[in-house]
């Protein structure tokens, strides 16, 4: 079975710090895993995705993750956060004959000026 | 081009009552899966069609729910007796052809509201 967690529900940063959001992955597959953002009141949009290819996985505005298969993690980081990054995360893997993707709890980015 | 579309953006009912939500895919995409999403709580996968068939079902909570793809394209998410605790956002993705990993596409989602 997959499953993922990510380990903080609420992270807090100030505004041009640097980013991090944790989550580690359960798999009994060689696993795809994604980045998902979701904007208050907005559908949500991919940030980024692994599947077996690079293991530093690079998305969009900024945004970078890296696998690690000896720590079972796909951490989320960005150099320096913006305003517009304030948003809910969800870590998310993939079951690989369906594609059904299996969401975290999320994880809410607050950004302070 | 067009994303996913969901209808209704939100949907008030009363318990016991019947309610219908449609999901428009990204034409061409034939994959497309149903999702519920309760307050404070990551997506969870409720049934997923390829094409015109639900190839996986699983995570349908109860025989209340049902969905269809009568044509390959709109699908619609159908509860029967709501109940409050139906009450979430439904969220519609579509896939392309690249397979189980390539990009699911989100609609807006329908929040379901029963009272």
């Known amino acids: 079975a997959q499953s993922v967690t990510q380990l903080d529900s609420h992270v807090s940063v100030s505004e041009g710090t640097p980013v991090l959001l944790r989550c580690n992955y359960s798999s009994s597959y060689s696993p795809s895993l994604f980045w998902y953002v979701q904007h208050p009141n907005k559908g949500l949009q991919l940030l980024l995705k692994y599947t077996s290819a690079a293991t530093l996985v690079k998305g969009i505005n900024g945004f970078e993750a890296e696998f690690k298969k000896s720590e079972t993690s796909f951490h989320l980081t960005k150099p320096s956060a913006h305003m517009s990054d304030a948003a809910e995360y969800f870590c998310v893997v993939t079951r690989p004959n369906t594609g059904k993707l299996i969401f975290g709890q999320g994880t809410t980015l607050q950004v302070k000026p | 081009g067009a994303g996913v579309s969901q209808t209704p953006s939100n949907k008030v009912t009363e318990k016991g009552k019947y309610v219908e939500l449609r999901c428009d895919p990204i034409?061409?995409?034939?994959?497309l899966y149903w999702y519920r999403q309760s307050l404070g709580q990551g997506p969870e996968f409720l049934i997923y069609f390829q094409g015109t068939g639900a190839a996986d079902d699983s995570g349908l909570p109860n025989d209340r729910f049902f969905a269809v793809r009568p044509e390959g394209s709109v699908s619609t998410l159908k509860i029967q007796r709501t109940e409050r605790g139906d009450s979430a956002v439904y969220l519609c993705?579509?896939?392309?052809?690249?397979?189980?990993?390539?990009?699911?596409?989100f609609g807006p989602g329908t929040r379901l509201t029963v009272l």
């Open positions: 993705a579509s896939r392309g052809k690249g397979g189980s990993t390539d990009t699911q596409y």
């Open positions: 034409s061409g995409h034939t994959a």
